[in-house]
């Protein structure tokens, strides 16, 4: 008899085929991820390719009808779809976006959790949102959703979705999801690392370009001295091919001065403190790049030796250029050859020294010729006078007339005589004032009536109104008297009717005198002529108006050396204002220093 034993093993292998089927499962996700790992389209950093390549691997792996890339936009308001991959179409498509303000639940769920795996997507509470608009119109029912992170911050999300009867995710197809959002990542980083790569490579390019075809001389030296790259403008200007000047030290072709090497030190030095400061606070380049630039940089003149022997004249801006470290790695030089500008300006120098020195020599000239005729115009007026004063004998009245005329040219010709010698003294700097407080009133009187009979005879009207609150001011009496006669004189001669004024005032520098007529006036072409000695506004041979040029321009002179100015204004047929200004005695210290450089 045979005993038979018969055993229900049906659950055993009902458990073994689901154990199998889940070990096939693991095993297919791990060769996905390693074929997506070896894929060179993540090395080529085109990421609509690696994003294509990555929804359909993970829409066969997982058995999902549909897998979708979803990224934040600038602002972060909205999720857009790059990449949208169907399976039973077998396309891809993008466009679709969800706001976050429309789904403020899944959106927070998508910044909290690792990954969203939801059974029943259109009753769970971190989806049910999505219900109406999205959900329903495809027939999703279950989702499984891994948040993508760059840079440890949320940019997007990797949406598998489950299309039929509920889906129970598994804790192995969550980690798998999870997986793919960080190849997402690397595709994003490697899109990211290529377009920097380029762009460094444009970059590079155009500098490269830049460098070789700069008419301005660029060395690259290290810090060392050492010459490591130049351009074709720096070999010209040495004389040395790039070859002959690599490896050289740069100082061996520039001309050097005391106190160059303190420069550079100083250079190197604030580069350092500025990376140190940047360091601390942070980089704002929009904010410092400018004050950077200006303290990271000197740039000086000096001489360079050509290989022929010849020295040029070169304009030199020196930067630093710091390493990936932050520490000073090389010099950059920037040469420009400015031996034409220098040897303008050298003969420039010459021909104004020259200039100074016949100038000087005019002075002197005018100055001695004035003391020698002022000897016999002396004796001739002195003889004139004992001729009117008939001490040698009665005149009749035709030879009265004649003294008269010889004593009036030769007072005339005194006149222009000390005018030319007051000149030729301040030219020379030979003048001196003699400072003092002086009434104000004073000085306004003698000038008024010392010219009102000239007015007088010409019909004018003659004012004269002082409005200072204290009637004193400082200078050199004798040459203050002389610049309000040359102004009072100059307005009664141009004015052939109407009235001159005198106007006196205090200003917050010091005190004014404006002298107003109301003459032929001058016409603003000619304004620029009007203080040039000897010059005639009226140069014709028979020109209206007598005089030599010399007194407002000796005026100007005058006021200047007093620290103070001569301005004017006029309206041709109208009449002229001029205005002397003296300065207070604190600022004519400084000013009168000053007086003979203007003038120059």
Known sequence: MQVVSARDITEHKQAQEALQIKENRRRKQSQTLVQLARSKTFQQGDLNAAL???????????????????????????????????VSTNKHSFGNSLLEKNYPTYFQALEEERTIAVDDAINDIR??????????????????????????????????EHIGEERQWTLEEETFAGSIADFVTLAIEAKQRNFAQEALRLTMSQFRAIFERSSIGIGLIDMKAQIVDTNLALCEILGYSREELSGKRFTDYISTQRGDLKLYKQLLSRIRTDLKRTSRVGFQPDKYQEQFAERHRIE????????NGSLVWTHISVSVIPGSNGEPEFFLAMIENITERKETELKLLASQEAAEAASRAKSEFLATMSHELRTPLNAIMGLSQLLQQEIVGSLNEKQNEYVSSIYSSGEHLLTLINDILDLSKIE??????????????????????????????????????????????IGDERRIKQMLLNLLTNAIKFTPAGQVSLVVKKVPQGITFTVSDTGIGIDSNQLQ??????????????????GTGLGLALTRKLARLHGGDVTVTSTLGEGSQFTLFLPNLVDMQTAQNEGYQQDK
């Open 529 to 546: 002529f009007l203080f040039e000695p000897f010059k005639q506004l009226d140069s014709r041979l028979n020109r209206q108006y007598e």
């Open 52 to 86: 294509r390549e990555i929804t359909e691997t993970a829409a066969r792996t997982l058995l999902v009808k549909r897998v979708g890339v979803w990224l934040y936009n600038q602002e972060r308001s909205k999720l857009e779809c790059i990449d949208l991959y169907d």
């Open 428 to 473: 020379a700097a030979k003048e001196e004032l003699l400072l003092s407080p002086l009434p104000v009133s004073d000085l306004c009187n003698y000038a008024i009536w010392t010219v009102r009979d000239r007015a007088s005879e010409k019909g004018l009207q003659l004012t004269c109104k002082i409005d200072v609150e204290e009637d004193i001011c």
């Open 127 to 160: 989806t049910q949102e999505l219900s109406e608009s999205y959900l329903s119109v495809w027939g999703i029912t279950s989702l499984l959703d891994a948040p993508i992170w760059l840079e440890g911050r949320m940019v997007g999300v990797v949406c598998h």
């Open 300 to 307: 000086m003149e000096r001489r360079c030796l050509h290989q």
